[in-house]
């Protein structure tokens, strides 16, 4: 799959901006994303029970199904901000809709950062003209910027669809879990989608894609995964039968993907990705149930961080993970590399185990002898810099 | 509560050894535990699917109900070894009862360390003399030393119980989790107890005290904890209505308390332990879960090694358990300190949340407004030593 320059806003009629506001002390922490047409969209959010207060406002903006702006900062989560917290969330998308000249209910607000905090509303009124004059298709590096925490890069891609163009952006580097993280994901597409479909169809990819990552095991309150398309493009994805729509489909899965993988590789502190895969369960709830006790093991995360084939460990957390299977069947393989097979260690020179780390990311398959559901899922190593760097900055 | 000398030998009857037969590269790592008399016995294991070879022999022992003696090593768990670490376990017990000259039936086996190795059994076969000839009720520091792993200090204590005596030891330091850990216990008691009530008592202690404590949210294959009474002190307990039953259970539960609270305190790496106690539950499965969220979270844990009061990640980990509960309801104090009130926070002077920490353990409350049910449980902090000690050890 080609990409395209221009992330977030190649699609037609896609703008955006970004700049410091002073949430943060030193970086840009405010962007807008505009679409000249108001365009049909669908959302995702975080199952944590504490919802953010502008997840509260987006979804039930989203409930008429149409968008043209979405505002985000970053450096704040306006997470367990009570009533005020509400209301500022409320306040944001009326600002930017009087300065766009637009319903605020057609604006989306998603914010990222430090939990419990209130939003430094002053300071944020003084940049929303900026920000709507600012609007511009080459502006999509400083809106990829501005929703950035602790990343240490931009997430960005765009892809050609038949006639239309699938835009993307994102941010998540640490609390990345299964169901979501401190993750938001905007995309973009020129190409018309009726509602329901595109909905249907940003869950299951969603399932797929970022709901199998995790970098700490820590659930966000502020996940959002928003996409927006305007029809500019003059093209309408009507029916999943049509061979335009499996086109879609197929980048979608494709860009989310990538996404989630670049998130991953990005994690906190990370060094070494791995690819966890449970074969022959019995149910796909005992694969997943595995896979993520498995991908979520501090343990099996520092073997993989000293580079230690430690599949001991492995089994261990795949046994600890509550699911039912029968050990004596349990057979694991790292890099392609079986070390143990149906209960039974194999022995292999050290030099071959140590040589399966060449592989990043590494594969991990738990294949448990007895059935046909899998499951996979991406994780990556827990390091000292992950420990430090969350003892010394407030989420 | 008054502590005696003698740890798990303090009680009549019982004594033990502990000697450096080459498993591990330094230390001792090879003990034996003796009762002159045959004792009743009772036992607790790790809820771990995968379950260690020693365990599914002294499992089996244990069914008659009787056991004299116990041989511990520690540097190999004797786990994810097939056949052939079933065969070598329980070759263990038979070198052991040959030399004690009783049936192998009345011994038990634990190993704990790394998962995946075939244990030295020649080593081990060639030290069983000197371990038996080395029997003394003054060696109980040999033997608790022989069974640590990773733990930085041996975890012993003896109490009197109107006539007899109590006595304990204990090793665990990482793979510490709800649901026991890489956890070693061994009870001995020179009360008579009958077999029903013993079972009955330790199981519900260990819900209670071992199975409230996590260090990584790891579950190890290979936990036991044990308990032998051999009556040589001469008085037999026999009904829960007695008053020197309610003596026993108290000085059990408060003996395994605090053996809970030292394997916490010593766990790997750790600097600062928390008491997570979760009111005001609808059921008590709502608050555990919380409580096992909050407690396993490592973005709370790392907060906890920053001495940061970031009640904002408590609340998320709370969100994040799946457990329902209204977040408007939710208050959660640090130190006594609320900081967050039904769902608003409170400005509270930086100085103040600083003091919180000068607590240790740092009692975290987290009210979910809605209920009667609470759960409890012990949990340190994530630091870069943890990491980098994991990285580079084998478990």
Redesign the interface.
């Given at each position: 799959m080609k990409t395209l320059r221009g992330g977030v806003t190649a699609p037609k009629g896609f703008s955006s901006s970004g700049l410091r506001a002073g949430v943060k002390r030193w970086s840009r922490d405010l962007g807008l994303l505009y679409s000249e047409k108001e365009a049909v969209a669908a959302g995702v959010f975080t199952q944590?029970?504490?919802?953010a207060a502008p997840l509260q406002v987006t979804r039930e903006h989203l409930r008429g199904g149409k968008l043209q702006a979405v505002i985000v900062n970053s450096g704040n989560?306006n997470?367990?901000?009570?009533?005020k917290g509400l209301k500022d969330a409320k306040q944001m998308t009326m600002w930017v809709a009087q300065a766009l000249g637009i319903s605020s209910r057609k604006v989306a607000v998603c914010s990222t950062g430090?939990?419990?905090?209130?939003l430094p509303m002053t300071r944020i009124e003084r940049k929303i003209p900026s920000l709507v004059s600012d609007l511009s298709k080459r502006k999509h590096l400083e809106f990829a910027e501005a929703i950035l925490t602790t990343d240490k890069k931009i997430k960005e891609t765009a892809v050609r669809v038949g006639p239309g163009i699938l835009g993307a952006v994102c941010k998540g580097a640490?609390?990345i879990?299964p169901n979501m993280a401190t993750m938001l994901c905007f995309l973009t597409t020129d190409l018309a989608v009726e509602r329901g479909l595109l909905q249907s169809l940003l869950k299951s990819i969603t399932q797929e894609t970022f709901n199998r990552i995790t970098v700490?095991?820590?659930?966000?309150?502020n996940d959002t995964v928003l996409l927006l398309a305007n029809g500019l493009c003059g093209h309408t994805l009507r029916s999943p039968k049509e061979k335009l729509f499996k086109q879609f489909e197929k980048a979608l899965w494709q860009v989310m993907a990538e996404l989630a993988f670049q998130i991953v590789k990005d994690g906190e502190g990370a060094t070494h990705v791995a690819h966890v895969k449970v074969e022959h369960a019995k149910t796909e709830q005992v694969a997943l149930r595995v896979c993520q006790s498995v991908a979520?093991?501090?343990?099996v995360k520092?073997?993989l961080?000293?580079r230690?084939a430690?599949?001991?460990?492995i089994?261990?957390?795949?046994?600890?993970?509550g699911?039912?299977?029968n050990?004596e069947r349990?057979s694991i393989s790292l890099g392609g590399l079986w070390?143990?097979k149906k209960?039974?260690?194999l022995k292999i020179p050290p030099h071959r185990l140590k040589a399966v780390f060449r592989k990043n990311p590494l594969p991990i398959r738990i294949d448990l002898g007895s059935g046909r559901a899998e499951a996979s899922m991406l994780t990556c190593d827990?390091?000292?810099t992950?420990?430090?760097?969350?003892?010394?900055y407030?989420?």
């Amino acid at each position: 799959m080609k990409t395209l320059r221009g992330g977030v806003t190649a699609p037609k009629g896609f703008s955006s901006s970004g700049l410091r506001a002073g949430v943060k002390r030193w970086s840009r922490d405010l962007g807008l994303l505009y679409s000249e047409k108001e365009a049909v969209a669908a959302g995702v959010f975080t199952q944590n029970r504490i919802q953010a207060a502008p997840l509260q406002v987006t979804r039930e903006h989203l409930r008429g199904g149409k968008l043209q702006a979405v505002i985000v900062n970053s450096g704040n989560a306006n997470c367990c901000t009570g009533k005020k917290g509400l209301k500022d969330a409320k306040q944001m998308t009326m600002w930017v809709a009087q300065a766009l000249g637009i319903s605020s209910r057609k604006v989306a607000v998603c914010s990222t950062g430090s939990i419990g905090v209130l939003l430094p509303m002053t300071r944020i009124e003084r940049k929303i003209p900026s920000l709507v004059s600012d609007l511009s298709k080459r502006k999509h590096l400083e809106f990829a910027e501005a929703i950035l925490t602790t990343d240490k890069k931009i997430k960005e891609t765009a892809v050609r669809v038949g006639p239309g163009i699938l835009g993307a952006v994102c941010k998540g580097a640490g609390m990345i879990q299964p169901n979501m993280a401190t993750m938001l994901c905007f995309l973009t597409t020129d190409l018309a989608v009726e509602r329901g479909l595109l909905q249907s169809l940003l869950k299951s990819i969603t399932q797929e894609t970022f709901n199998r990552i995790t970098v700490d095991g820590d659930m966000s309150t502020n996940d959002t995964v928003l996409l927006l398309a305007n029809g500019l493009c003059g093209h309408t994805l009507r029916s999943p039968k049509e061979k335009l729509f499996k086109q879609f489909e197929k980048a979608l899965w494709q860009v989310m993907a990538e996404l989630a993988f670049q998130i991953v590789k990005d994690g906190e502190g990370a060094t070494h990705v791995a690819h966890v895969k449970v074969e022959h369960a019995k149910t796909e709830q005992v694969a997943l149930r595995v896979c993520q006790s498995v991908a979520n093991s501090n343990l099996v995360k520092t073997a993989l961080f000293g580079r230690d084939a430690n599949w001991g460990r492995i089994a261990a957390s795949a046994g600890a993970s509550g699911a039912s299977f029968n050990p004596e069947r349990l057979s694991i393989s790292l890099g392609g590399l079986w070390c143990y097979k149906k209960g039974v260690p194999l022995k292999i020179p050290p030099h071959r185990l140590k040589a399966v780390f060449r592989k990043n990311p590494l594969p991990i398959r738990i294949d448990l002898g007895s059935g046909r559901a899998e499951a996979s899922m991406l994780t990556c190593d827990l390091t000292d810099t992950y420990v430090r760097f969350n003892a010394n900055y407030r989420t």
